[in-house]
């Protein structure tokens, strides 16, 4: 599933290139930039959650209570 979403911002990235390549219209081309962010950020989410469900998670039950401050340092660094 994340390696589809990934293909498919790496397909949005190539087409804004080939956009600049062919001297598009500006306008179109910050459009596909905002779509493409929208893209990565959502990706990001996907991403997030699943370590948070799953190498978080299973360091908690097994009694590494350090991962959740790694991950809350992550966290932190990701929304400035």
């Not at 910050?30 to 299973?58: E, G, P, R, W, Y």
């Amino acid at each position: 599933m994340l390696i589809n979403r990934l293909n498919r911002v790496v397909g949005q990235v190539n087409g804004i290139k080939r956009m600049l390549e062919e001297d598009a219209y500006c306008a179109d081309i910050l459009i596909q930039a905002s779509a493409t962010t929208a893209a990565i950020n959502s990706f990001s989410k996907m991403v997030i959650s699943s370590h948070l469900k799953t190498c978080v998670h299973d360091d908690i039950k097994n009694g590494n209570e350090e991962s959740m401050n790694e991950f809350l340092k992550l966290l932190s660094k990701l929304l400035k």
